[in-house]
């Protein structure tokens, strides 16, 4: 049971534009969600994350998006620049869980072309 | 240190075998957290220390793998008869108590049961 889903496996962009990275998710007990970066051969990095009582949270490039009657968050990334091609995992928290654990999804690949 | 240590980086065992796997947290971080990555999956939640006590084992797939943290710092991750199924990226990551934004994750022990 995938609670997290990350539909699209990869995106291809070109420098300058903006990439779009949706996730969706099942589990009404969420309330919390990040986004993650990953590169090759290293852990994941924070990038930035949404509470559920905002609709919106912008940090520099980044900003994510949450729709709560729809249950799906995206990331948006302007301008794009080749340095965001990465492994993008967006995750989430249930309230009245312990404060430790995250479900993650499956992963976006980002490329981003000079 | 300046971040978060796992070793070894790579692991090969055979079927049947025992491994230890560690993670040495950012100085400070009262919290600890191990994930299983499996090719083309996120993170995949396994326990979570609060100090020196599991406060949360839930994600422990059965009673082959089992986790420490007796001094509330560096945790070894302990996966008994190995199996094939065992093979994956197995990621720690800490934070601070109270630290809300994300985790800092190591770069993982990559395990593969042969």
């Avoid at chain 2, 919290?31 to 939640?45: D, T, V």
């Avoid at chain 2, 945790?75 to 994956?88: F, N």
């Avoid at chain 2, 720690?92 to 934004?101: F, H, P, Q, R, T």
């Amino acid at each position: 049971d995938q609670q997290v889903k990350q539909n699209s496996p990869s995106l291809s962009v070109q420098e300058g534009r903006i990439s779009i990275l949706n996730c969706d998710y099942t589990n009404s007990m969420f309330d919390y969600f990040l986004w993650y970066k990953k590169y090759p051969a290293e852990g994941p990095t924070f990038l930035i994350s949404i509470s559920s009582i905002k609709d919106k949270n912008e940090d520099g490039r980044f900003t994510v998006f949450l729709n709560k009657s729809a249950k799906h968050l995206s990331l948006h990334i302007v301008p794009s620049q080749p340095g965001d091609s990465a492994v993008y995992f967006c995750a989430a928290r249930a309230s009245g869980t312990s404060y430790g654990k995250l479900t993650f999804g499956q992963g976006t690949i980002l490329t981003v072309h000079p | 240190g300046a971040g978060v240590s796992q070793t070894p980086s790579n692991k090969v065992t055979e079927k049947g075998k025992y491994v230890e796997l560690r993670c040495d947290p950012i100085s400070g971080h009262t919290a600890l957290y191990w994930y299983r990555q499996s090719l083309g999956q996120g993170p995949e939640f396994l326990i979570y220390f609060q100090g020196t006590g599991a406060a949360d084992d839930s994600g422990l797939p059965n009673d082959r793998f089992f986790a420490v943290r007796p001094e509330g710092s560096v945790s070894t991750l302990k996966i008994q008869r190995t199996e094939r199924g065992d093979s994956a990226v197995y990621l720690c990551a800490s934070s601070s108590l109270g630290g809300s934004d994300g985790y800092t994750f190591g770069s993982g022990t990559r395990l593969t049961v042969v």
